[in-house]
């Protein structure tokens, strides 16, 4: 496919993926009386799609391209079918998601970024795009040399770009899933209330369920902690702080005593 081609591909799997998220919110709410935080997470997500498009627009693809013309990345150095490439790039890639979003509850330095997500006092689709920018940016050289030393192709990235952001719209989601189904569907993929869970004021269900698209490696890694649509879990940091507005919420990295209680000093270890 062409880099516009992908392209585009991305720009209407990242519509079908918020379209599913907040048809599901809608039709099945878990929380009939939450309003959300939608102008500020709205807010917040634009400015990052105008940051990054700035500091890095498609470079994900770029990086993939240029692995490919050098050889560099495992997938180079084997005989492996397109499809299940695809599959060992979006497993991959999402493992080092869960090592990030594992890292922002450890290293002092990170919460302060990683905490303006979890400020979100509610729980809703929006709050997926809730991220400060310092924290985006921080990311990307980690993610970039994800995608080199795999050797992914730019499909393959495009691929873990939709199904990421689907998975991560949905398990934000006010949504409240049949338990029956929400059970089988934990068995490997994150879901609305596992998810939840790790939205909680409350230690240590704060430091469980990493994981964005596949449940395995919170399973595997000793971090997974059982939850349901029956479970009523009150969202949003421990100490009650928030972030009432787009500026509060990009200056609340900024106020280190508020981030020394919120994390109770466990995040100063590192």
């Given at each position: 496919m062409s880099e516009a081609q992908l392209q585009i591909a991305r720009l209407a799997g990242f519509v079908l993926a918020g379209g599913l998220a907040l048809g599901a919110q809608r039709l099945r709410p878990h929380d009939g009386a939450l309003?959300?935080?939608?102008?500020?997470?709205?807010?917040?997500?634009?400015?990052?799609?105008l940051l990054l498009s700035a500091a890095c627009g498609t470079c994900a693809c770029a990086v993939a391209r240029w692995a490919a013309g050098r050889g560099v990345g495992l997938l180079h150095g084997m005989t492996t079918p397109a499809p299940v490439a695809a599959l060992l790039?979006?497993?991959?890639?999402?493992?080092?998601?869960?090592?990030?979003?594992?890292?922002?509850?450890r290293v002092a330095l990170l919460w302060r970024f990683?905490?303006?997500?979890?400020?979100?006092?509610n729980f809703t689709v929006s709050t997926g795009v809730r991220f400060h920018p310092g924290e985006l940016l921080l990311?990307?050289?980690l993610?970039?040399?994800?995608?080199?030393?795999?050797?992914?192709?730019?499909?393959a990235v495009v691929l873990f770009e939709v199904v990421f952001t689907l998975a991560n719209l949905f398990e934000h989601g006010n949504i409240d899933?049949?338990?029956?189904?929400?059970?089988?569907?934990?068995?490997?993929?994150?879901t609305p209330a596992l998810h939840r869970r790790h939205h909680t004021r409350r230690y240590p269900e704060l430091d469980s369920n990493f994981g964005t698209i596949f449940t395995l490696w919170d399973r595997w890694l000793g971090t997974y902690g059982e939850?349901?649509?029956?479970?009523?879990?009150?969202?949003?940091?421990?100490?009650?702080?928030?972030?009432?507005?787009?500026?509060?919420a990009l200056l609340l990295p900024l106020r280190?005593?508020?981030?020394?209680?919120?994390?109770?000093?466990?995040?100063?270890?590192?």
């Open positions: 309003r959300g935080s939608t102008r500020i997470n709205v807010a917040l997500w634009l400015l990052n799609a790039t979006v497993a991959v890639l999402d493992l080092v998601s869960y090592g990030w979003h594992r890292a922002n509850h990683h905490q303006v997500h979890h400020s979100d006092p990311s990307l050289p993610r970039l040399s994800a995608v080199a030393l795999l050797g992914a192709s730019p499909g899933l049949p338990l029956g189904t929400e059970r089988r569907l934990a068995a490997l993929l994150v939850s349901s649509s029956a479970a009523r879990i009150d969202t949003g940091l421990p100490n009650g702080d928030g972030a009432p507005s787009v500026a509060a280190a005593r508020s981030q020394r209680s919120q994390r109770r000093g466990a995040a100063d270890r590192w």
